[in-house]
């Protein structure tokens, strides 16, 4: 099993541009969320999904899209970058949203906004 | 008051020594409390989690959770380089809309 897998490792955005940062995962896991992780703050939850289909909102969900059309793949957008959306992304699974005490992080997106 | 407090660090110690990390929560209805380590530009690895009060050791690690005083512990004994990392403590509970509160993390240092 590859687990928990995100690409790019790294990104630079201009303001204004979009992209999306991919997550997927091979373990069947029900649940996928979004964190980001900055100095000082911790770990904030962004989005998160309890099954294919279904999603909703985090801590800090505003700037952020996401969609979850397969079981495997829990894609991040960015619609419109903004330097104070520079931060280190994780994406994480577990099997269940109502069982989250073994959740796997993949190794994280890099964002850098100028 | 954020639901998970992390003692600030960082945090240095000679190899050998016994490390002792801290938090603590706000919230009774937390039932799971893990531990994650995270080298430097990687993501967080579950270390191990305890589930209500109590103990759980594994190798040089022991988790310890006292949920009368709501205080979460890592105990690492025989500390090695290798352990040098970030430490993030995380607590959670059962049912739908269940989430995982994160501690700040404390940065772990341990001298050669």
């Known amino acids: 099993n590859a687990g928990v897998t995100q690409t790019p490792k790294f990104q630079v955005l201009k303001t204004g541009q979009s992209m999306t940062l991919q997550c997927a995962q091979d373990?069947?896991?029900?649940?996928m969320s979004w964190y980001r992780q900055d100095p000082g703050m911790g770990l904030r939850l962004i989005h998160y999904?309890?099954?294919?289909?279904?999603?909703d909102q985090g801590e800090v969900p505003n700037g952020y899209n996401v969609s979850r059309s397969t079981t495997e793949d829990f894609p991040l957008r960015l619609l419109s970058a903004a330097p104070s959306q520079t931060s280190v992304y994780f994406c994480?699974?577990?099997?269940?949203?109502?069982?989250?005490?073994?959740?796997?992080f993949g190794p994280g997106t890099r964002l850098l906004v100028l | 008051q954020k639901e998970v407090e992390q003692d600030p660090g960082p945090l240095s110690v000679p190899e050998g020594a016994i490390v002792s990390l801290n938090c603590t929560y706000s919230?009774?209805?937390?039932?799971?409390f893990m531990w994650y380590r995270q080298y430097s530009r990687k993501g967080p690895e579950l270390l191990m989690y305890?589930?209500?009060?109590g103990n759980k050791e594994d190798g040089r690690f022991t988790a310890q959770v006292d949920k009368s005083s709501k205080y979460i512990s890592l105990f690492i004994r025989d500390s090695q380089p290798s352990d040098s990392a970030t430490y993030l403590c995380?607590?959670?509970?059962?049912?739908?809309?269940?989430?995982?509160?994160f501690g700040k993390g404390i940065t772990l240092s341990v001298r050669p």
């Open positions: 994480a699974s577990s099997l269940s949203g109502r069982r989250q005490e073994t959740q796997y």
């Open positions: 373990m069947n896991h029900e649940y």
């Open positions: 999904s309890v099954g294919a289909g279904i999603t």
């Open positions: 919230n009774s209805a937390f039932q799971y």
């Open positions: 305890t589930y209500s009060s």
């Open positions: 995380a607590s959670t509970y059962t049912g739908a809309n269940s989430k995982l509160t």
